[in-house]
Structures are given as C-alpha cells and as structure tokens.
C-alpha cells in the first residue's frame, strides 16, 4: 500500500521531538518535549484508514505524529478522553484547536496517547505516496499512564497496514 496518508493525517513531528531511551526493565522510559508553533505543521489529526465498514466510524478524529529519526523508530496516537460519543460530537476545528494550542500547555492531558513501535523509513526522504512502513515487522504497543509513565501493552507480528490499522483500532478499544 502507498503511504497516501502521509499528507492527510502522519506527518513528520519535525518539531516535536519524541525522545526515547532503554532502561533495564522491559519498558522503555518515555519523555517527550514539544515545541508547538513547528508542532503546528508536523503533526495531524484524521482517522485510521482502511478499516471495516462497521468500525470505521469509529476511528474517526484521532491525533498522529511519529519519529522515524528516533533510535527506535515509532507512531504516536492520541486519542481524546471522555469517550468515543463526545469525540465524535466534537466539532473538528474544536479539536484541532484543542489539539494544537491547550495540549501543548498541558502535556496532552486531555488525550490517551499511545506508542506503536515499529519499523520505518526515514520519513524525511519519503516521496509522499511511499509507504513508510516496514512489513512485516514487530509491533510494540505502550499507553500513557495519567502519572505519564508507560504501560507496555502487547507486542505482535504485524504484515501489512491494514493489519497495523486494525491493531491500532483494537489498542484504543480493548
């Protein structure tokens, strides 16, 4: 599949800069800092695509980022809080305002952000109909907890980006 969705909703976070580092346990110790007026133009908000019918709807109005120049290379989500009902409410320029002014100031406080660690391409090279995405690959999966360390949720063998969409969905819901 070409990476289409580069331009729609995946961006380069040029200027949000995810750091990562490995600790001794199993889970990676996250931080990351922002610097939102670049965060303006390097991130965004859309939906998974390529989804069922049945669920599609629901995977409407979500955030994205990713570092592909991070050590190891990942897709962030970030999902606003209150449920599935109110998101959907939710009028788009009212999240994208949410999204891109209050959730610098508060750290995404008011959004369930998740990691996808993957394989992927220097995103910085891309033509934007190429795929970014390495398959098949290993896909870890961490949510952020509300004292904002991260919970390590699963890791699966991932073959094709419907496949990736569908974990990315099923983490969300599940």
Not at 23 to 28: D, G, N, T, V, Y
């Amino acid at each position: 599949m070409k990476f289409i969705t580069l331009f729609f909703f995946l961006c380069l976070l040029a200027g949000i800069q995810y750091c990562f580092s490995q600790s001794k346990e199993a889970l990676p110790a996250w931080t990351f800092s922002l610097d939102c007026d670049s965060a303006k133009g390097s991130s965004g908000i859309g939906s998974l695509q390529l989804l069922p019918k049945s669920i599609r709807d629901s995977a409407d109005l979500l955030g994205f980022g990713a570092c592909y120049l991070c050590p190891k290379t990942y897709d962030v989500l970030f999902v606003y809080k209150g449920g599935l009902r109110k998101r959907m409410e939710m009028e788009l320029d009212t999240l994208i305002d949410i999204f891109y002014h209050k959730a610098c100031a508060n750290h995404f406080a008011d959004f369930d952000v998740y990691i996808f660690q993957l394989k992927m391409k220097d995103g910085t090279d891309m033509d934007p109909d190429e795929d970014p995405y390495i398959f098949p690959t290993t896909v870890k999966v961490y949510k952020r907890n509300p004292d904002k360390t991260w919970q390590y949720k699963q890791q699966k063998l991932i073959r094709n980006f419907v496949e990736y969409n569908k974990l990315r969905f099923y983490s969300i819901y599940h």
